[in-house]
């Protein structure tokens, strides 16, 4: 069974830094690419970025909002995909899940975790 | 950036009742590159249709999705209560990958 586990969340002050973690399971990790989608509160999906797998040289893409500030990394030994934030500001605060992806596409979804970003 | 616009906003129907949804995109969308997500309240949104049509594995067939270029359609032929739920959609062939921004079943 497919699985993607987030944490790292928590309350963190404006222009600190928080790393996200999603460790999966029940497939090859190395085979597939990743994504990190966000959800602020009462609002819809905003895609974050996405890291694609070795095959693919691990290119690596991010959505404007958040360029130059967050860094999306992989760790294959041990099936985990990070999601580095910087500088972060009070509008980065939402449920981050992270994805599994299927060529370009979001096939399998974590159930998330919360960022809250506030003085 | 592909803007992505759905309609209704919010759409009131009752059990056994046939939804349409709707998702315009602002320019044409690559290929077939279009998926429709199911969202539940405190959950995770789940893949429901990918490549306009294709259903994910373990939807049921009542859900169907159509539409070429810039619009496209979710289609729910009997409405069952666990159909109640927030609906996005999303192009994938070109980056950013963007959403709509939901559209909201609710029952009558």
């Known amino acids: 069974e497919v699985q993607l586990v987030e944490s790292g969340g928590g309350l963190v002050q404006p222009g600190r830094s928080l790393r996200l973690s999603c460790k999966v399971s029940g497939f090859n990790f190395g085979d597939y690419g990743m994504s990190w989608v966000r959800q602020a509160p009462g609002k819809g999906l905003e895609w974050v970025g996405f890291?694609?797998?070795?095959?693919?040289?691990?290119?690596?893409g991010y959505a404007a909002s958040v360029k130059d500030r967050f860094i999306i990394s992989r760790d294959d030994s041990n099936n985990i995909a990070y999601l580095q934030m910087n500088s972060l500001k009070t509008e980065d605060t939402a449920l981050y899940y992270c994805?599994?992806?299927?060529?370009?596409?979001?096939?399998?979804w974590g159930q998330g975790t919360l960022v809250t970003v506030s003085s | 950036e592909i803007v992505l616009t759905q309609s209704p906003g919010t759409l009131s129907l009752s059990p056994g009742e046939r939804a349409t949804l709707s998702c315009r995109a602002s320019q044409s969308i690559i290929s077939t590159y279009l998926a429709w997500y199911q969202q539940k309240p405190g959950q995770a949104p789940r893949l429901l249709i990918y490549?306009?049509?294709t259903r994910a594995t373990g939807i049921p067939d009542r859900f169907s999705g159509s539409g070429s270029g810039t619009d496209f359609t979710l289609t729910i032929s009997r409405l069952e209560r666990e159909d109640f739920a927030v609906y996005y959609c999303q192009q994938y062939g070109s980056s950013p990958r963007t959403f709509g921004q939901g559209t909201k079943l609710e029952i009558k």
């Open positions: 890291i694609r797998n070795k095959g693919y040289g691990e290119t690596i």
């Open positions: 994805t599994r992806d299927h060529g370009w596409l979001l096939a399998y």
């Open positions: 490549d306009i049509s």
